[in-house]
């Protein structure tokens, strides 16, 4: 079946379910570049600062604002941005950033579990106009007469419509649930990384004061 037969098949329901389509593909290509940059590029940046940060803390800086697209590094700059903060004021601050993050890591989940709940209700919907069509066009006495192409239209209306939402809903849970799976990992890592992050603050800050205190 052609792409042109499938929508005059599909019903009116094939609009909305069109528009469904086009924009859960455009949100998926979004979300698969996203992640692929994410889980490309954040293990080597992050290896590489917390490596450099306890010799040369200045360098391990500049190398998170060069690869600022990067939540975790958005993270790790709020709290090494401050000005000579406390433990606790850097484990808040990173607390607070990777917060923050949450919104963009979870980007278009409410638009994914909405297209998957309402495609195949649409399906539903297409199936009881074509059956209605069907059924619209019997009468007594005329089974297998002239009204017979009607009654195949509604049939075809009904079964193309309901495979058309669930093909739809399927796809797209198929990707909600892979960058759902992605999102519960990244979470696990900025934890992760996190603690390491503030472990080594917390080594520097108790040097600095132990010098300052004995240069006093």
């Excluded at 954040?42 to 917390?50: G, P």
């Excluded at 709290?79 to 993050?101: C, D, T, V, Y």
Aim: proline share 4%.
């Amino acid at each position: 079946m052609t792409a042109s037969k499938w929508f005059v098949a599909c019903g009116i329901v094939a609009w909305p379910l069109l528009a469904f389509s086009i924009v859960g593909l455009a949100l998926i290509v979004e979300r698969v570049v996203f992640w692929y940059r994410v889980n490309r590029r954040q293990r080597r940046v992050v290896r590489e600062v917390l490596k450099t940060y306890p010799y040369d803390p200045e360098a391990a800086l500049n190398w998170l604002k060069k690869n600022a697209d990067l939540p975790i590094a958005r993270i790790f700059l709020e709290g090494l941005e401050l000005n000579h903060p406390s433990p606790e004021k850097f484990r808040i601050a990173i607390e607070s950033a990777a917060q923050a993050e949450l919104p963009t890591l979870k980007r278009f989940s409410t638009v994914f579990d909405t297209i998957v709940a309402i495609a195949p209700l649409l399906g539903l919907l297409g199936t009881v106009l074509g059956l209605i069509t069907a059924f619209g066009s019997l009468t007594l006495g005329d089974v297998g007469g002239t009204k017979t192409a009607g009654v195949t239209a509604g049939i075809s209306e009904a079964l193309v419509s309901t495979a058309s939402g669930l093909v739809v809903a399927l796809f797209t849970l198929l990707f909600a649930n892979t960058f759902r799976g992605f999102y519960l990992r990244e979470i696990a890592r900025i934890q992760e990384y996190g603690g390491q992050m503030e472990l080594l603050y917390l080594e520097r800050y108790e040097k600095e004061e132990v010098s300052y205190a004995s240069s006093r």
